[in-house]
């Protein structure tokens, strides 16, 4: 059983910015050397597109925020494009002498449903774009037809592994339809052309949950072990382990880890971004509606 311990809520926008309204989602940690993190986040704007920010942490202090950058590092793509409605940055992967793949998922509006993603890819070399591919690495194919979303991928040597959101369909209801997805697995030897065998790495636990989301994959000595978002009226998050990372059992019970009497987090605990510094180890999550209310930070005892 784990056991997390809650330190508190880092970041929220207080809507003063015009790209910044609302919302601080999918937080992701990027070590910048000592005890600094730069933890990026995506925020909506009055229109609610979002964008992907970031700002830094002392892990010592993280409770106090700093730097926090109002001018996005992903803003959202060209008219017409699979990310013209919001690019929130997922992963941020090894690129070797290339530099890092900072995965997104891009976001388009729709008319029969409310939203179609597809994983795009963003090259960065010392903090900076030097390119970013204009159309999705993942997408909606012959076998996935409905959406792929934001995904976690690890560099193992020369193969480069995925684990990402798919969608199996959607519902028709009232006021809008409601959409069906877990996670599959997919490999690739560059990180941006993917093989997908159809690999189920998580699925459904059961009728009512209808939406698993934001992997985050650590690969230990004896295993590998992920921490997802799993809802049907509010979202938890879920834990699973494995000896090869395609094959997997849920142990959402392990988690250890409840939301609040009352603040931030008191209704959801969302997109869990687990890692690790220093022999200790540290999970960044989303609270209430899904990142409105900002996120914060655990570390496990």
């Given at each position: 059983?784990?056991?997390?311990?809650?330190?508190?809520?880092?970041?929220?926008?207080?809507?003063?910015?015009?790209?910044?309204?609302?919302?601080?989602?999918?937080?992701?940690?990027?070590?910048?050397?000592?005890?600094?993190?730069?933890?990026?986040?995506?925020?909506?704007?009055?229109?609610?597109?979002?964008?992907?920010?970031?700002?830094?942490?002392?892990l010592n202090r993280p409770l106090q925020a700093m730097d926090v950058n109002v001018e996005p590092l992903l803003d959202i793509g060209e008219l017409g494009g699979f990310d013209d409605s919001?690019?929130?940055?997922?992963?941020?992967?090894?690129?070797?002498?290339?530099?890092?793949?900072?995965?997104?998922?891009?976001?388009?509006?729709?008319?029969?449903?409310?939203?179609?993603?597809?994983?795009?890819?963003?090259?960065?070399?010392?903090?900076?774009?030097?390119?970013?591919?204009?159309?999705?690495?993942?997408?909606?194919?012959?076998?996935?037809?409905?959406?792929?979303?934001?995904?976690?991928?690890?560099?193992?040597?020369?193969?480069?592994?995925c684990w990402y959101l798919s969608c199996v369909g959607w519902e028709p209801r009232e006021p809008r339809p409601v959409h069906r997805y877990h996670l599959k697995y997919a490999e690739s030897?560059?990180?941006?052309?993917?093989?997908?065998?159809?690999?189920?790495?998580?699925?459904?636990?059961?009728?009512?949950?209808?939406?698993?989301?934001?992997?985050?994959?650590?690969?230990?000595?004896?295993?590998?072990?992920?921490?997802?978002?799993?809802?049907?009226?509010?979202?938890?998050?879920?834990?699973?382990?494995?000896?090869?990372?395609?094959?997997?059992?849920?142990?959402?019970?392990?988690?250890?880890?409840?939301?609040?009497?009352?603040?931030?987090?008191?209704?959801?605990?969302?997109?869990?971004?687990?890692?690790?510094?220093?022999?200790?180890?540290?999970?960044?999550?989303?609270?209430?509606?899904?990142?409105?209310?900002?996120?914060?930070?655990?570390?496990?005892?």
């Amino acid at each position: 059983m784990q056991s997390w311990e809650k330190i508190g809520l880092i970041f929220c926008p207080d809507g003063r910015h015009p790209l910044m309204r609302s919302h601080a989602t999918l937080p992701i940690a990027e070590a910048i050397g000592g005890d600094l993190y730069k933890i990026y986040f995506s925020s909506r704007d009055e229109n609610n597109r979002s964008r992907t920010f970031n700002l830094v942490i002392d892990l010592n202090r993280p409770l106090q925020a700093m730097d926090v950058n109002v001018e996005p590092l992903l803003d959202i793509g060209e008219l017409g494009g699979f990310d013209d409605s919001g690019a929130m940055l997922s992963w941020i992967t090894d690129a070797g002498a290339l530099g890092k793949y900072f995965y997104y998922a891009g976001w388009n509006l729709g008319v029969t449903v409310p939203f179609r993603n597809a994983l795009g890819v963003a090259l960065v070399r010392d903090g900076h774009i030097v390119r970013r591919y204009r159309g999705p690495v993942l997408d909606r194919s012959m076998s996935e037809p409905h959406f792929v979303g934001a995904a976690c991928i690890l560099r193992e040597g020369d193969l480069y592994r995925c684990w990402y959101l798919s969608c199996v369909g959607w519902e028709p209801r009232e006021p809008r339809p409601v959409h069906r997805y877990h996670l599959k697995y997919a490999e690739s030897a560059d990180g941006l052309t993917w093989r997908r065998d159809g690999i189920v790495a998580i699925d459904f636990a059961n009728p009512g949950e209808f939406a698993i989301a934001r992997p985050s994959v650590i690969r230990d000595a004896d295993r590998y072990r992920m921490w997802f978002s799993h809802r049907g009226d509010n979202y938890r998050i879920g834990y699973a382990e494995s000896d090869d990372g395609v094959g997997w059992t849920r142990m959402d019970g392990e988690v250890g880890l409840a939301v609040s009497r009352s603040g931030w987090d008191c209704d959801s605990l969302a997109y869990p971004y687990v890692f690790d510094h220093k022999g200790s180890r540290f999970m960044l999550y989303n609270g209430n509606e899904y990142g409105r209310s900002g996120f914060g930070l655990a570390v496990l005892r």
